[in-house]
């Protein structure tokens, strides 16, 4: 079985993403729980550059990572 260097960045991505993933449910604190929200979104569109979708990987930092994710912080830090 032959593996390529892009499948072995695909594998440490996805796992990556799903240990991120699962911590946002699991995590007791909510800012910790964003955090993670960030680094899971973040390795989705890792897993777009992997597939050479370029337009949908910044289509998924710019409005989720970008905008959701840190607004969702900053809402919870403010209240």
Do not use: E
Not at 5 to 20: D, E, R
Not at 45 to 61: D, K, N, P
Request: aromatic residues 16%; neutral net charge.
């Amino acid at each position: 079985m032959n593996i390529t260097i892009t499948q072995i960045i695909f594998f440490f991505i996805a796992a990556v993403s799903l240990y991120a993933a699962l911590n946002v449910v699991t995590s007791n604190n909510l800012v910790h729980s964003a955090l993670w929200l960030v680094l899971a979104l973040f390795g989705i569109a890792g897993i777009y550059v992997l597939l050479s979708a370029g337009f949908f990987a910044v289509a998924q930092v710019l409005i989720y990572v970008g905008a959701i994710a840190i607004l969702f912080i900053f809402a919870v830090m403010l209240t």
